[in-house]
């Protein structure tokens, strides 16, 4: 009987810690920035649209909202969001991706490294 309870819970940790394994290489990492929250929480009021831009980033704008041709509204763009032509802007889709890509290489880099021994060099 007690080794039945061993059994049981040996099989439960490693069910836990490969779930825990699959979450923290799959999951994405929030990106908190100061420019995500203002884009999910614009600030109400007297703000002035200039323009609706098309949303995957073509160069197409539209003084009116509509939609592209898959459906996905235009966004608009606001006067109070001036840019300075010394600012880059990296979306934050691409940070994620970029995050990831990071990430797997990482993991791999790693793997080739505990075939060799830890330290690099080939036994």
Do not use: F
Not at 60 to 78: F, L, R
């Amino acid at each position: 009987m007690k080794r039945l309870n061993s059994l049981v819970l040996l099989s439960a940790g490693i069910a836990a810690g490969a779930a825990g394994n699959y979450w923290l290489t799959n999951c994405p990492e929030p990106v908190s920035t100061p420019a995500a929250a203002e884009q999910s929480h614009p600030a109400p009021g007297d703000r002035k649209i200039l323009y609706y831009r098309n949303p995957m980033g073509l160069p197409d704008t539209s003084p009116v909202p509509k939609k592209d041709s898959m459906g996905m509204g235009y966004i608009p763009v606001y006067a109070d969001e001036t840019e300075d032509p010394n600012t880059v802007k990296v979306s934050l889709d691409k940070v994620q991706r970029h995050r990831r890509a990071n990430r797997k290489s990482q993991c791999s880099a790693d793997r080739q490294s505990d075939a060799r021994g830890g330290d690099g060099r080939a036994q």
